[in-house]
Protein backbone atom coordinates (compact mmCIF):
# COMPACT_ATOMS: atom_id res chain seq x y z
CA UNK A 1 0.00 0.00 0.00
CA UNK A 2 1.40 3.39 -0.82
CA UNK A 3 1.96 6.05 1.91
CA UNK A 4 -0.50 7.95 3.49
CA UNK A 5 -0.45 11.69 1.74
CA UNK A 6 0.08 13.17 5.70
CA UNK A 7 1.03 11.05 8.16
CA UNK A 8 -1.04 13.13 10.97
CA UNK A 9 -4.18 15.34 10.45
CA UNK A 10 -5.61 17.23 13.32
CA UNK A 11 -9.36 18.44 12.75
CA UNK A 12 -10.46 21.31 14.71
CA UNK A 13 -13.76 21.44 15.08
CA UNK A 14 -16.02 18.05 13.85
CA UNK A 15 -19.25 20.00 12.90
CA UNK A 16 -20.51 19.32 9.10
CA UNK A 17 -17.37 20.27 7.34
CA UNK A 18 -15.16 18.57 9.61
CA UNK A 19 -16.75 15.19 9.98
CA UNK A 20 -16.95 15.44 5.88
CA UNK A 21 -13.32 15.84 5.91
CA UNK A 22 -13.17 13.26 8.56
CA UNK A 23 -15.18 10.59 6.18
CA UNK A 24 -13.00 11.30 3.16
CA UNK A 25 -9.56 11.42 4.87
CA UNK A 26 -10.95 7.32 5.90
CA UNK A 27 -12.48 6.72 2.84
CA UNK A 28 -8.85 7.45 0.46
CA UNK A 29 -6.67 6.65 3.19
CA UNK A 30 -5.19 10.30 2.94
CA UNK A 31 -3.79 10.13 6.65
CA UNK A 32 -2.22 7.97 8.82
CA UNK A 33 -3.70 9.01 11.85
CA UNK A 34 -6.37 11.19 12.16
CA UNK A 35 -6.87 13.48 15.64
CA UNK A 36 -9.72 14.99 16.78
CA UNK A 37 -10.44 18.13 18.58
CA UNK A 38 -13.62 20.04 19.82
CA UNK A 39 -14.22 22.12 22.80
CA UNK A 40 -17.79 20.37 23.71
CA UNK A 41 -17.55 17.29 25.00
CA UNK A 42 -20.77 16.07 23.99
CA UNK A 43 -19.69 16.72 20.53
CA UNK A 44 -16.49 14.90 20.95
CA UNK A 45 -18.71 11.69 22.40
CA UNK A 46 -20.08 11.80 19.13
CA UNK A 47 -17.44 11.96 16.58
CA UNK A 48 -15.78 9.00 19.08
CA UNK A 49 -19.15 6.95 18.50
CA UNK A 50 -19.53 7.37 14.82
CA UNK A 51 -15.88 6.51 14.62
CA UNK A 52 -14.47 10.00 12.37
CA UNK A 53 -10.90 9.57 13.69
CA UNK A 54 -8.51 8.09 15.77
CA UNK A 55 -7.95 10.52 18.74
CA UNK A 56 -10.20 12.67 20.44
CA UNK A 57 -9.34 16.04 22.53
CA UNK A 58 -10.79 18.68 24.05
CA UNK A 59 -7.49 20.37 24.10
CA UNK A 60 -6.66 21.86 20.65
CA UNK A 61 -3.26 22.19 21.33
CA UNK A 62 -3.17 18.49 22.12
CA UNK A 63 -4.32 17.50 18.65
CA UNK A 64 -2.30 19.42 16.87
CA UNK A 65 0.91 17.82 18.70
CA UNK A 66 3.06 16.18 15.65
CA UNK A 67 0.32 16.97 12.87
CA UNK A 68 1.31 17.40 9.44
CA UNK A 69 -1.67 19.10 8.49
CA UNK A 70 -4.05 21.18 10.79
CA UNK A 71 -7.55 22.17 9.58
CA UNK A 72 -9.26 24.26 11.06
CA UNK A 73 -13.12 23.77 10.40
CA UNK A 74 -14.87 26.26 13.07
CA UNK A 75 -17.06 29.21 12.77
CA UNK A 76 -14.92 31.99 11.07
CA UNK A 77 -15.31 34.42 14.36
CA UNK A 78 -13.20 31.94 16.47
CA UNK A 79 -10.28 31.14 13.68
CA UNK A 80 -8.33 33.99 15.41
CA UNK A 81 -8.19 32.80 19.19
CA UNK A 82 -7.79 29.00 17.78
CA UNK A 83 -4.55 29.55 16.02
CA UNK A 84 -3.14 31.75 19.13
CA UNK A 85 -4.06 28.49 21.05
CA UNK A 86 -2.48 26.29 19.03
CA UNK A 87 0.36 28.06 17.90
CA UNK A 88 3.17 26.93 20.16
CA UNK A 89 2.72 23.44 20.04
CA UNK A 90 2.76 23.40 16.32
CA UNK A 91 5.45 21.16 14.11
CA UNK A 92 8.10 22.08 12.35
CA UNK A 93 6.73 22.28 8.45
CA UNK A 94 3.49 21.74 9.36
CA UNK A 95 0.35 22.95 7.01
CA UNK A 96 -2.20 24.88 8.63
CA UNK A 97 -5.34 25.27 6.76
CA UNK A 98 -9.08 26.44 7.76
CA UNK A 99 -12.44 26.23 5.25
CA UNK A 100 -13.98 29.61 6.52
CA UNK A 101 -16.61 31.05 4.33
CA UNK A 102 -14.81 34.31 4.39
CA UNK A 103 -11.03 34.62 3.49
CA UNK A 104 -9.31 37.73 4.16
CA UNK A 105 -10.59 38.28 7.88
CA UNK A 106 -9.85 34.35 8.66
CA UNK A 107 -6.47 35.53 7.41
CA UNK A 108 -5.84 38.58 9.16
CA UNK A 109 -7.11 37.07 12.35
CA UNK A 110 -4.88 33.57 12.04
CA UNK A 111 -1.29 34.53 9.77
CA UNK A 112 0.12 36.73 12.52
CA UNK A 113 -0.27 34.33 15.02
CA UNK A 114 1.43 31.59 13.28
CA UNK A 115 5.27 30.96 13.62
CA UNK A 116 7.84 30.80 10.97
CA UNK A 117 8.42 27.06 9.17
CA UNK A 118 4.84 26.50 9.25
CA UNK A 119 3.43 26.61 6.25
CA UNK A 120 -0.60 28.64 5.47
CA UNK A 121 -2.76 27.39 2.64
CA UNK A 122 -6.71 29.04 3.42
CA UNK A 123 -9.24 27.18 2.00
CA UNK A 124 -12.86 27.05 1.23
CA UNK A 125 -14.89 24.24 0.01
CA UNK A 126 -18.13 25.69 -1.38
CA UNK A 127 -19.90 22.82 -0.77
CA UNK A 128 -22.59 22.61 2.06
CA UNK A 129 -26.02 22.13 3.77
CA UNK A 130 -28.15 23.94 6.09
CA UNK A 131 -26.97 21.13 8.95
CA UNK A 132 -24.66 21.02 11.15
CA UNK A 133 -22.27 19.23 13.60
CA UNK A 134 -20.87 15.92 13.59
CA UNK A 135 -23.70 13.42 12.30
CA UNK A 136 -23.99 15.75 9.22
CA UNK A 137 -21.51 14.57 7.07
CA UNK A 138 -21.46 12.61 4.40
CA UNK A 139 -18.52 11.40 2.25
CA UNK A 140 -19.88 12.70 -1.13
CA UNK A 141 -20.54 16.62 -0.09
CA UNK A 142 -17.35 17.87 -1.91
CA UNK A 143 -18.03 15.02 -4.83
CA UNK A 144 -17.42 17.58 -8.27
CA UNK A 145 -17.52 21.00 -5.93
CA UNK A 146 -15.15 23.61 -6.40
CA UNK A 147 -12.69 24.27 -3.68
CA UNK A 148 -10.78 27.62 -3.63
CA UNK A 149 -7.29 28.29 -2.24
CA UNK A 150 -5.97 31.79 -0.85
CA UNK A 151 -2.73 31.03 -0.27
CA UNK A 152 -0.63 34.49 0.88
CA UNK A 153 2.15 35.48 -1.20
CA UNK A 154 5.01 33.72 -0.64
CA UNK A 155 3.38 30.18 0.69
CA UNK A 156 6.02 27.62 -0.27
CA UNK A 157 4.20 25.62 -3.22
CA UNK A 158 5.31 22.34 -2.61
CA UNK A 159 2.35 23.28 0.19
CA UNK A 160 0.24 24.56 -1.72
CA UNK A 161 0.58 21.61 -4.36
CA UNK A 162 -0.18 19.43 -1.50
CA UNK A 163 -3.25 21.11 -0.12
CA UNK A 164 -4.26 20.73 -3.95
CA UNK A 165 -4.06 16.87 -3.94
CA UNK A 166 -5.89 16.66 -0.24
CA UNK A 167 -9.05 18.63 -1.75
CA UNK A 168 -8.68 16.59 -4.70
CA UNK A 169 -8.97 13.08 -3.83
CA UNK A 170 -11.82 14.51 -1.55
CA UNK A 171 -13.42 15.22 -4.65
CA UNK A 172 -13.13 18.56 -5.15
CA UNK A 173 -12.39 20.86 -8.27
CA UNK A 174 -9.64 23.17 -6.90
CA UNK A 175 -9.07 27.13 -7.99
CA UNK A 176 -6.96 29.66 -6.25
CA UNK A 177 -7.41 33.20 -5.89
CA UNK A 178 -6.75 36.31 -3.87
CA UNK A 179 -8.57 36.23 -0.50
CA UNK A 180 -9.81 39.89 -1.78
CA UNK A 181 -11.22 38.34 -4.91
CA UNK A 182 -13.16 35.09 -2.70
CA UNK A 183 -14.71 37.50 -0.30
CA UNK A 184 -16.26 39.74 -2.92
CA UNK A 185 -17.36 36.70 -5.90
CA UNK A 186 -18.79 34.23 -2.28
CA UNK A 187 -20.35 37.96 -1.14
CA UNK A 188 -22.60 37.78 -4.15
CA UNK A 189 -23.18 34.05 -4.66
CA UNK A 190 -23.68 32.73 -0.87
CA UNK A 191 -23.31 35.48 1.32
CA UNK A 192 -26.41 37.91 0.04
CA UNK A 193 -28.66 34.92 -1.19
CA UNK A 194 -28.45 33.75 2.49
CA UNK A 195 -29.06 37.19 4.26
CA UNK A 196 -31.98 37.51 1.62
CA UNK A 197 -33.08 33.90 2.85
CA UNK A 198 -32.81 35.07 6.37
CA UNK A 199 -34.89 38.23 5.96
CA UNK A 200 -37.81 36.99 3.36
CA UNK A 201 -38.26 34.10 6.17
CA UNK A 202 -38.18 36.70 8.74
CA UNK A 203 -40.74 39.06 7.36
CA UNK A 204 -42.88 36.10 6.88
CA UNK A 205 -42.76 35.28 10.42
CA UNK A 206 -43.20 38.91 11.48
CA UNK A 207 -46.47 39.12 9.49
CA UNK A 208 -48.16 36.97 11.93
CA UNK A 209 -52.07 37.69 11.25
CA UNK A 210 -51.39 36.88 7.49
CA UNK A 211 -49.05 34.12 8.45
CA UNK A 212 -50.08 31.93 11.32
CA UNK A 213 -49.84 28.49 9.88
CA UNK A 214 -50.06 29.54 6.35
CA UNK A 215 -46.26 30.22 6.47
CA UNK A 216 -46.50 26.17 6.79
CA UNK A 217 -49.53 25.30 5.28
CA UNK A 218 -48.98 27.14 2.38
CA UNK A 219 -45.11 27.50 1.69
CA UNK A 220 -44.87 26.93 -1.96
CA UNK A 221 -41.51 25.50 -3.32
CA UNK A 222 -39.87 28.53 -3.51
CA UNK A 223 -40.35 30.21 0.02
CA UNK A 224 -39.65 26.32 1.03
CA UNK A 225 -36.16 26.56 -0.81
CA UNK A 226 -35.63 29.55 1.17
CA UNK A 227 -36.81 28.03 5.13
CA UNK A 228 -34.15 25.66 4.13
CA UNK A 229 -31.36 27.91 3.66
CA UNK A 230 -32.69 29.91 6.50
CA UNK A 231 -32.07 27.06 8.58
CA UNK A 232 -28.65 27.42 8.27
CA UNK A 233 -26.67 27.78 11.44
CA UNK A 234 -26.66 30.92 13.29
CA UNK A 235 -23.38 31.37 14.81
CA UNK A 236 -21.54 30.53 11.39
CA UNK A 237 -23.76 32.99 9.34
CA UNK A 238 -23.29 35.67 12.27
CA UNK A 239 -19.94 35.21 11.74
CA UNK A 240 -19.91 35.38 8.10
CA UNK A 241 -21.27 38.72 7.69
CA UNK A 242 -19.40 40.33 10.41
CA UNK A 243 -15.94 39.52 8.90
CA UNK A 244 -17.10 40.23 5.10
CA UNK A 245 -18.64 43.20 6.22
CA UNK A 246 -17.37 45.67 3.21
CA UNK A 247 -18.32 42.78 0.30
CA UNK A 248 -21.44 42.24 1.24
CA UNK A 249 -22.24 45.84 1.92
CA UNK A 250 -21.24 46.65 -1.28
CA UNK A 251 -23.07 43.60 -3.01
CA UNK A 252 -26.31 44.91 -1.00
CA UNK A 253 -25.69 48.51 -2.37
CA UNK A 254 -26.13 46.94 -5.91
CA UNK A 255 -28.81 44.50 -4.98
CA UNK A 256 -30.64 47.49 -3.60
CA UNK A 257 -30.32 49.46 -6.59
CA UNK A 258 -31.72 46.46 -9.13
CA UNK A 259 -34.42 45.45 -6.79
CA UNK A 260 -35.57 49.42 -6.65
CA UNK A 261 -35.50 48.93 -10.92
CA UNK A 262 -37.74 45.78 -10.40
CA UNK A 263 -39.98 47.98 -8.36
CA UNK A 264 -39.88 50.25 -10.57
CA UNK A 265 -40.93 48.14 -13.40
CA UNK A 266 -43.89 46.91 -11.62
CA UNK A 267 -45.32 49.96 -10.10
CA UNK A 268 -45.04 51.46 -14.29
CA UNK A 269 -46.54 48.25 -15.75
CA UNK A 270 -42.89 47.54 -17.29
CA UNK A 271 -43.86 44.04 -18.32
CA UNK A 272 -40.91 44.17 -21.07
CA UNK A 273 -38.55 44.87 -18.35
CA UNK A 274 -39.14 41.96 -16.15
CA UNK A 275 -39.81 39.64 -19.09
CA UNK A 276 -36.09 40.74 -20.33
CA UNK A 277 -34.92 40.38 -16.99
CA UNK A 278 -36.55 37.09 -16.02
CA UNK A 279 -35.22 35.61 -19.45
CA UNK A 280 -31.66 36.52 -18.86
CA UNK A 281 -32.02 34.72 -15.21
CA UNK A 282 -33.27 31.20 -16.91
CA UNK A 283 -30.75 31.40 -18.75
CA UNK A 284 -28.27 31.55 -16.39
CA UNK A 285 -29.95 28.85 -14.35
CA UNK A 286 -29.42 26.54 -17.72
CA UNK A 287 -25.72 27.19 -17.12
CA UNK A 288 -25.40 26.51 -13.59
CA UNK A 289 -27.17 23.05 -14.28
CA UNK A 290 -24.82 22.43 -17.17
CA UNK A 291 -22.01 23.35 -15.00
CA UNK A 292 -22.90 21.00 -11.95
CA UNK A 293 -23.26 23.34 -9.63
CA UNK A 294 -27.27 22.51 -8.47
CA UNK A 295 -27.10 23.06 -4.74
CA UNK A 296 -30.63 22.22 -4.61
CA UNK A 297 -30.88 19.18 -3.20
CA UNK A 298 -27.23 18.75 -2.09
CA UNK A 299 -27.74 15.45 -0.56
CA UNK A 300 -30.08 13.81 -2.76
CA UNK A 301 -30.26 10.24 -2.51
CA UNK A 302 -27.19 9.47 -0.23
CA UNK A 303 -27.46 9.22 3.43
CA UNK A 304 -25.49 11.43 5.80
CA UNK A 305 -23.31 10.01 8.74
CA UNK A 306 -25.98 10.84 11.05
CA UNK A 307 -29.14 9.32 9.15
CA UNK A 308 -31.21 12.61 8.57
CA UNK A 309 -31.19 14.06 5.17
CA UNK A 310 -30.64 17.97 4.39
CA UNK A 311 -31.59 19.74 1.84
CA UNK A 312 -34.90 18.30 1.30
N1 LIG B 1 -22.06 24.74 6.60
C1 LIG B 1 -21.68 24.96 5.37
O1 LIG B 1 -22.50 24.81 4.47
C2 LIG B 1 -20.27 25.40 5.08
C3 LIG B 1 -19.45 25.89 6.08
N2 LIG B 1 -18.17 26.31 5.80
C4 LIG B 1 -17.32 26.85 6.86
O2 LIG B 1 -16.90 25.76 7.64
C5 LIG B 1 -16.72 26.14 9.00
C6 LIG B 1 -17.44 25.14 9.88
O3 LIG B 1 -18.79 25.10 9.50
P1 LIG B 1 -19.71 23.84 9.79
O4 LIG B 1 -18.92 22.59 9.80
O5 LIG B 1 -20.87 23.96 8.88
O6 LIG B 1 -20.20 24.20 11.26
P2 LIG B 1 -20.80 23.26 12.40
O7 LIG B 1 -21.60 24.15 13.27
O8 LIG B 1 -21.44 22.05 11.82
O9 LIG B 1 -19.49 22.82 13.16
C7 LIG B 1 -18.65 23.71 13.81
C8 LIG B 1 -17.85 22.93 14.81
O10 LIG B 1 -16.90 23.81 15.37
C9 LIG B 1 -16.58 23.37 16.66
N3 LIG B 1 -16.50 24.56 17.52
C10 LIG B 1 -17.39 25.58 17.60
N4 LIG B 1 -16.96 26.50 18.44
C11 LIG B 1 -15.74 26.06 18.88
C12 LIG B 1 -14.76 26.58 19.77
N5 LIG B 1 -14.93 27.76 20.38
N6 LIG B 1 -13.64 25.84 19.98
C13 LIG B 1 -13.45 24.66 19.36
N7 LIG B 1 -14.33 24.12 18.50
C14 LIG B 1 -15.46 24.82 18.28
C15 LIG B 1 -17.59 22.33 17.07
O11 LIG B 1 -16.94 21.07 16.94
C16 LIG B 1 -18.65 22.41 16.01
O12 LIG B 1 -19.20 21.17 15.82
C17 LIG B 1 -17.22 27.58 9.11
O13 LIG B 1 -16.12 28.44 9.16
C18 LIG B 1 -18.00 27.80 7.83
O14 LIG B 1 -17.91 29.15 7.41
C19 LIG B 1 -17.63 26.18 4.54
C20 LIG B 1 -18.39 25.66 3.53
C21 LIG B 1 -19.77 25.27 3.71
O1 LIG C 1 -26.73 25.02 1.78
C1 LIG C 1 -26.48 25.79 0.84
O2 LIG C 1 -27.32 26.05 -0.04
C2 LIG C 1 -25.16 26.44 0.72
O3 LIG C 1 -25.02 27.45 0.08
C3 LIG C 1 -24.01 25.76 1.40
C4 LIG C 1 -22.80 26.59 1.63
C5 LIG C 1 -22.79 27.44 2.72
C6 LIG C 1 -21.65 28.18 3.00
C7 LIG C 1 -20.55 28.10 2.18
O4 LIG C 1 -19.47 28.83 2.48
C8 LIG C 1 -20.55 27.26 1.10
C9 LIG C 1 -21.69 26.49 0.83
Redesign the pocket.
Known amino acids: MSEPLFRRVALIGIGLIGSSIALNIKASGLAGHVAIATRRRETLDKAEELGLGDSYHLEASEAVRDADFVILCVPVGICGAITREIAPHLKQGAIVSDVG ?1 VKGAVIAQMAPHLPEGVQFVPA ?7 QSGPEAGFVELFHNRWCILTPPEGTDPAAIAKVETFWQACGANVETMTAEHHDLV ?1 AIV ?1 HV ?2 LIAYNIVGTAADLEEVTQSEVVKFSASGFRDFT ?2 AA ?1 DPT ?1 WRD ?1 FLTNRDAVLEMLARFSEDLATLQRAIRWGDGDALFDLFTRTRAIRRNVIEAGQD ?1 AK ?1 NFGREPAGGAK ?2 Q
Open positions: SHPLAGTELSPHRISMVTPPG
